[in-house]
């Protein structure tokens, strides 16, 4: 596969998937804007890509979100792919003092930052004919830990947009798809403020949870997001690929 020239974008990029992402497309020749909130993180990542646009931004925030389309078309002239990568978990019951605290707060960052940023994006991605992929969750599909009901529903929504702007945009022929991973090995766990005793029990306990009984690294979903935004995918679109290691058939 070749993106040479190709113009990406992608959001939560400074470190996990969205960092194993960049990185492979600017391997594969794409131009790559890193998107994220840590400047030292992605910095980081941004020295293991090739001359990569690099922006601080909350993808929450819609003068940041305007930043990020803008900045890329005036910098590289263009834009052919959106990753919506950027996302967050958290855990609240519904009859919690905080359950929608919680609610808001992951239902802007997991959806409706996704919902802004397609929208600007795509009139530029309808010039190019490109792409979009969306980074959601198994957890989309299938109820899996307690208190979890907001980021369920924040991944079933963003899911339904996905087929939903497919189905929109492919008069344009452009595609819209999802990556639903399972466990990955990332620092979403820490960054939900887990200590590293309790992060090793967590992975143990999605390790176990797999029919593979394995976790995958994010590289792995790279590798599937840099296929389904290859010509080699180019009669797929309105589709939710899943790679969890076997987390939805795992028998009880």
Not at 133 to 158: E, H, M, P, Q, W
């Amino acid at each position: 596969m070749s993106f040479n020239d190709k113009v990406v974008i992608v959001t939560g990029s400074s470190s996990g998937i969205g960092a194993a992402i960049a990185i492979e497309f600017s391997a594969l020749g794409a131009h790559v804007c890193l998107v994220g909130r840590n400047k030292e993180k992605l910095d980081e990542v941004g020295r293991k890509c090739n001359n990569p646009l690099v922006l601080v931004a909350d993808v929450t925030q819609d003068k940041d979100a305007q930043r990020i389309v803008n900045e890329t078309v005036r910098y590289f002239g263009k834009l052919d792919i959106l990753i919506n990568n950027a996302g967050m978990g958290g855990a609240a019951s519904i009859t919690a003092e905080n359950a929608m605290a919680v609610y808001d707060k992951l239902m802007s960052t997991n959806l409706r930052s996704v919902v802004y940023l397609t929208h600007l994006a795509a009139p530029h991605i309808i010039k190019t004919k490109g792409n979009i992929i969306n980074i959601s969750s198994v957890c989309a599909l299938r109820i899996l830990l307690k208190d979890s009901f907001a980021y369920n529903t924040s991944k079933a929504g963003l899911d339904h947009f996905t087929r939903s702007v497919a189905a929109e945009l492919a008069s344009d022929g452009v595609r819209v798809n999802a990556v639903n991973p399972g466990p990955v090995l990332t620092d979403i766990v820490q960054n939900s403020g887990f200590s590293d005793a309790q992060q090793k029990a967590v992975f143990e306990n999605m390790k176990k949870g797999t029919a593979l009984n394995r976790i995958s690294e994010p590289s792995e979903i790279a590798d599937l997001v840099t296929f389904l935004a290859s010509d080699k995918a180019r009669a797929i679109t309105g589709s939710i690929y899943v790679s969890d290691n076997g987390t939805l058939i795992k028998a009880a």
